[in-house]
Nanobody, 127 residues
């Protein structure tokens, strides 16, 4: 069973930056479709960005131009660089993995339903 562990969350002022990381426990996810999801307080989870095993990326409109998803397969780590943070970017950020890699070619990826493995989340507060 793959476990994902996120880190890098914290409190930051509006306009600031954070870098989130996600590492799997006991497995390598170099061939997986990987993604970041955001759940604002009291709201539903929403997709932020996904990246396939070759590094192709797709962003939600809210993330375009401000966030950058990347992966280092040698380090077995997924990243989300978040710049120009806004108050509405606050909430819990989850990384997710799809071992079958279907989600990276799905127009419905933002729903997250096809991602099999999830982390417990890391909290981001922007004020």
């Amino acid at each position: 069973h793959v476990q994902l562990v996120e880190s890098g969350g914290g409190s930051v002022q509006t306009g600031g930056s954070l870098r989130l990381s996600c590492v799997p426990s006991g497995y390598t996810f170099s061939s997986y479709c990987l993604g970041w999801f955001h759940q604002p307080p009291g709201k539903d989870r929403e997709g932020v960005a996904i990246i396939d095993n070759e590094g192709s990326k797709i962003y939600a409109d809210s993330a375009k131009g401000r966030f950058t998803i990347s992966r280092d397969n040698e380090k077995n780590t997924l990243y989300l660089e978040m710049d120009s943070l806004k108050v509405e970017d606050g909430g819990t950020y989850y990384c997710a993995a799809d071992p079958w890699a279907y989600e990276c070619s799905s127009q419905f990826w933002t729903r997250g339903n096809g991602f099999e493995f999830w982390g417990h989340g890391t909290q981001v507060t922007v004020s």
